[in-house]
Structures are given as C-alpha cells and as structure tokens.
C-alpha cells in the first residue's frame, strides 16, 4: 500500500516536494487545469485508501498531506489585498522612469502623503488648497463600540507628513476642524469612512488635487498613491507606493449613485486614505478615497480573485460641502 500511496502523492502537483521533506509551495499560482488534476488526484488517493488497512493515526496524517497540498497550490490566488495586476512601485522609482527628481514643486503626486494622529498612520491627500487633508475616519479615530461617531473620542494631535520620497516634514492638523459624518459604517463598504481636516499653515511648493467634478465610470484608468503598504517591499520611512488600476463598478448606496466604487487595485494595510486619482484637464483629480479591501478579514474572496476588489468612497456631495466649509473658516488650533 505503502507504493501505491507514494506513486499516488508524487504525482500531485507539489506531491513530490512533500515527499521530500521541502514543503515548497509553487512558484505559480495553481490553473483550471491544475486544480482538476488536483481533485482527481485526491480522489484516488482516498479510493485506494478505503481498501486498505489503515490505523486512525495514518488516515490524519494522510489528511493532513493532502490538506498542505490543496493548500500549497491555491494560497498564490488567496493572498489578501492581490486582487488585479500587482503593478505596485516605490513612487521615487516611477519618477526616476519618467526623468522626474525629488523636487516637490515638480512632482505629479506630491500632494499624496501621510498622516499620523496619535499612534496611527495612514494615506492622505491635500485636496482643492494647500492646506485642506482628505483621508478615511478610521485613520483618524478608531471605531467606537456604540452606534455612531457622535460621542467618540478625537486624538489628541495630528501631523501631515509630507514627503519628497528622501526626506518629510511635518505639518500640525488643527483636529477640532475634523468634519465626517457620525453614522457608523453598516459594512466594509458604506459611504462614511472620510474625513476631511484643515493644518495650521499651507504645505508651500505642493500643487493640490482638485475634486472631480464627475463620477467616474467602470473600466476608468485610476492611480493610487500611498505611504508604505504591509506586503510590500520597504525602503525607508519618507518611501510612498505608486500604483495604476481601473474602476470595476460604481456602488450605490442610499440612493446616492455612486456613493463608492469598487477598484480593481491591489492594496494592504497602508492604503487606507489615498486618493483615487482620474486624470483630469489640469492635470490628477480625486474621484474617492480608499476605505477597504475585500480579503481575509471579510473572506468573501477566498479563492476567487475575480470576486475581490479594493473599496473606496466616492466624492459626494457631502464630502465636497465639508471641503467647501473648511475653506470658508475654521476654527484655531
């Protein structure tokens, strides 16, 4: 029997390695085919199993192998946050593609960086005049245990951190200026998850991205541009992430359409709070902001790529009058 199973397991993609003692996974992601030939694989094993003598302990073990195969086969396609095309690159190398230095004045994408309030960091983006931040509540304070926002606590201080990819500053946010919307978000894809906040001074040198005056339709070309993203290659601390994708679809929500848009971007832990950028007649416009990804944590993509998809939350009405009123005044630090 002993043969029969080791002929059996070898010939799985990925058998021979477990039978080795490697337990690589493969190198590429698993096709239709494999995964055909995978489940055909299984069901012999297990036929051939059901008309041997076999102790408790051998059929776990067996189960076992099979279970780090299936496994070892599948996870490329289930590697959260990897949902199109991974084209992520360190924004200073995309640059240096395009004979651009690290002048900030000169930079396309200056105007997406970093924010920190308290002990969290996300994306950000200067929006409409230099000293106006869009990013996602979340980033700003943490979800609170009871209804809505209303009663929760705001951080005690937070900083823009504005980067030339080499180098930053930092520039005060004045936090009682805060807007957003107090409901609490009803799933990973809802429309409240902004936020929109004055600094004390204009960031000089950094051109802002206006709003976009239009929805963005599916199969649009977008640019993401965050601070460093889990997952991906790390630089340094002034490092930002570039990134181009397109809408898959526009979400409505509470009849507002479209309240959000579903992205075809591969984003981690980091992206939250980057700007979804169109190009506009002047230049990158801000179409949302990125909420979310369907991944391991809501599991509605297992093993299905074509089901995940990055979440950001549309300019709405709502976003633009609170940008508007900042504008107008605000209170002092």
């Known amino acids: ?150 009663a929760a606590s705001k951080p005690n201080r937070c900083s823009l951190e504005v980067s030339d990819g080499e180098r930053s500053n930092w520039y005060p946010v004045i936090v009682k200026s805060a807007i957003f919307n107090a409901a609490k978000q009803r799933s990973f894809v809802d429309r409240f998850d902004w936020v929109v906040l004055k600094l004390e001074s204009p960031v000089p040198g950094v051109k802002p991205y206006p709003l976009a005056s239009q929805a963005v339709r599916p199969n649009t070309p977008v640019t993401l541009v965050t601070m460093h993203q889990e997952g991906f290659k790390y630089v340094s601390q002034f490092m930002r992430v570039y990134q181009t994708c397109k809408v898959r679809a526009g979400v409505t929500i509470d009849r507002i359409e479209p309240a959000g848009y579903k992205l075809d971007c591969s984003t981690s832990i980091g992206a939250s709070g980057s700007a979804v950028l169109v190009e506009g007649s002047s230049g990158p416009e801000v179409a949302g902001v990125v909420s979310s990804y369907s991944g391991r944590k809501t599991g509605s993509c297992s093993f299905d790529p074509r089901r995940c998809f990055a979440y950001a939350v549309g300019i709405t009405d709502e976003i633009r009058a609170a940008v508007g009123k900042l504008m107008d005044g605000t209170p002092k630090p």
């Open 1 to 150: 029997m002993k043969k029969v199973l080791a002929h059996a397991l070898g010939e799985l993609p990925g058998g021979k390695a477990l039978i080795a003692g490697t337990g690589k996974k493969p190198t590429q992601p698993a096709t239709n085919r494999d995964r055909s030939s995978l489940y055909r694989h299984i069901m012999l094993i297990l036929s051939t199993v059901r008309g041997q003598h076999m102790t408790r302990l051998g059929q776990y073990a067996l189960t076992l192998s099979l279970a780090v195969i299936w496994c070892a086969q599948l996870s490329p396609l289930a590697q959260a946050g990897v949902i199109g095309k991974d084209n992520r690159q360190v924004l200073l190398d995309h640059y240096r593609e395009k004979g651009i230095g690290n002048d900030l004045t000169a930079q396309p994408y200056a105007a997406s960086q970093r924010i920190m309030c308290n002990f969290t960091s996300g994306s950000a983006a200067l929006v409409e005049r230099g000293d106006i931040v869009l990013t996602v509540r979340h980033v700003f304070m943490a979800e609170p245990a009871q209804k809505d926002y209303s």
